[in-house]
């Protein structure tokens, strides 16, 4: 079985769960006497799933937001959660 859907299936018997994502960009622009003295740009992004069953609880975060660090979470989660 391809693991995105072993992720999938072992999260299926899940009480409840959530999955976060972020994103968010920051420009900064400082002037002195008129005139640009500096200049930034940032990006960040991110997610974090959590998975309930039971009183067991499973998360996992990343800031990498791909197919396959979302399925290493999955498994993640599965595992903190024992019996997901």
Do not use: C, W
Not at 59 to 82: E, F, K, N, Q, T
């Amino acid at each position: 079985m391809p693991s995105a859907a072993r992720s999938r299936a072992g999260l299926a018997g899940a009480d409840d769960g959530e999955l976060f994502l972020e994103y968010g960009q920051t420009e900064a622009l400082v002037f002195d006497n008129g005139r640009l003295k500096q200049a930034t740009y940032d990006t960040s992004q991110g997610f974090g799933l959590r998975a309930v069953k039971d009183d067991a609880v499973g998360y996992a975060h990343s800031s990498d937001v791909s197919l396959p660090a979302l399925i290493r979470a999955a498994d993640a989660v599965r595992g903190g959660a024992r019996r997901l």
